[in-house]
Every structure is written in structure tokens, then in C-alpha cells.
């Protein structure tokens, strides 16, 4: 269950981060790749050593299959790599971002599936917002905008409604886990008066 409610404040997390990027590009969506390429590198790399720090803090006996030290290398790796070939990474912004905004459709598209494993009854949502998110993130990839202003523009849509969706999802499907753990609770304790 700690494992749970961690992954579910990652999740919550990196939708805020999703969110706050996306505004930022709908509210200036002039500024420029560059601009863009050093916040990601920045972000890149405070991911990396925050990742690093965690590793360092914890006690490995007791959560031995964690990846932190290779989050953490892979993160700030990727935030020089972004801050040394900003020309290179500019050319792939769209495709990156893509296949971010992809990812998380992906994800929400299995957390529907558990949902309907669960037999929750709000996982249609969940499963549309996903299929909606994959389609974004698609449209993304192959870039089809004819101004970078228009590009950024979507772009920033996109990651606004996937940090959101990203939320929603998590939200039910952490309800969805609680109530089955009430329901087994509650069976356990019927069986200990029994």
C-alpha cells in the first residue's frame, strides 16, 4: 500500500509539472525552443537528483528492486545532453512531447483496464480520455502544424489536458483500490467474529 500511495504522488506530481508547462505554452506561446529545451533541462536534471537523493537515503535491504541510481544518472544525462545539443533537441520537440503525451494515454488506457477488472463503474471515462490522449499524442509525433506558434500552442494543450486526465485517472483509480481494500477489511474482520 506505501508502494501505491507513492507511485499515486509521482503520478500527482508530474500531472502539476504536465499542467504548469502546458499553461505556460498556451500563455506565451512565442517563447522560444530554446527557452523551452533550458526549463526541460533544468527539470531533467532536479528530477535526476532528487531521484539520487532517494536512493541515497533509503535503505537498500529493505526495498532491494528500486531504480533510483539509474532515474537519477538517466535524468541529469538527459538534462546535459538537452543543455549541449539544444539545436538537436529543438528539431525533436514535437516527437519528444508526443510521445510523452502518448505515454500517459497509455498509461490511463491501462489504468481504465484495471478499472473494469475492479468493476468500477467510471472506467468508460478513464478509457476515453485515454484513447483521446493516445490520438493527441499521435498527432503530435507527425507534427502536421504549419506555424511553430500553432505547434506550441497545441502543444500546450495537450500537456494541460493530459496532466489533468492524468489526475482524474489517478483519483479514481486510487478510490477504486480503497474500496476493495474496505470491502476485504471488512470480510476479514466478519470472518474473525464468525
Not at 112 to 138: C, E, H, P, Q, T
Amino acid at each position: 500500500m506505501k508502494t501505491l500511495k507513492k507511485l499515486k504522488w509521482n503520478v500527482i506530481i508530474s500531472s502539476v509539472i504536465y499542467v504548469a508547462l502546458g499553461v505556460i505554452l498556451l500563455i506565451w506561446p512565442e517563447m522560444t525552443a530554446k527557452n523551452i529545451c533550458y526549463v526541460v533541462g533544468v527539470i531533467s536534471i532536479a528530477v535526476g537528483v532528487v531521484n539520487l537523493i532517494d536512493y541515497i537515503r533509503k535503505d537498500y535491504s529493505v526495498d532491494a528492486y528500486r531504480y533510483n541510481l539509474v532515474y537519477g544518472m538517466v535524468f541529469i544525462l538527459l538534462g546535459i545532453f538537452i543543455f549541449v545539443k539544444v539545436e538537436t533537441v529543438i528539431s525533436i520537440i514535437p516527437v519528444l512531447l508526443g510521445f510523452a503525451v502518448t505515454i500517459s494515454g497509455l498509461l490511463k488506457f491501462q489504468n481504465a483496464v484495471d478499472l473494469v477488472r475492479m468493476k468500477y463503474s467510471g472506467w468508460g471515462i478513464v478509457m476515453i480520455v485515454s484513447i483521446l490522449n493516445i490520438v493527441f499524442g499521435v498527432v503530435l509525433i507527425m507534427n502536421p502544424f504549419a506555424s511553430a506558434m500553432i505547434l506550441f500552442i497545441c502543444i500546450g494543450i495537450g500537456m494541460i489536458y493530459s496532466g489533468v486526465s492524468d489526475l482524474i485517472a489517478t483519483i479514481m483509480l486510487s478510490r477504486s483500490i480503497k474500496n476493495i481494500g474496505r470491502e476485504i477489511e471488512k470480510a476479514q474482520n466478519q470472518n474473525i467474529v464468525n
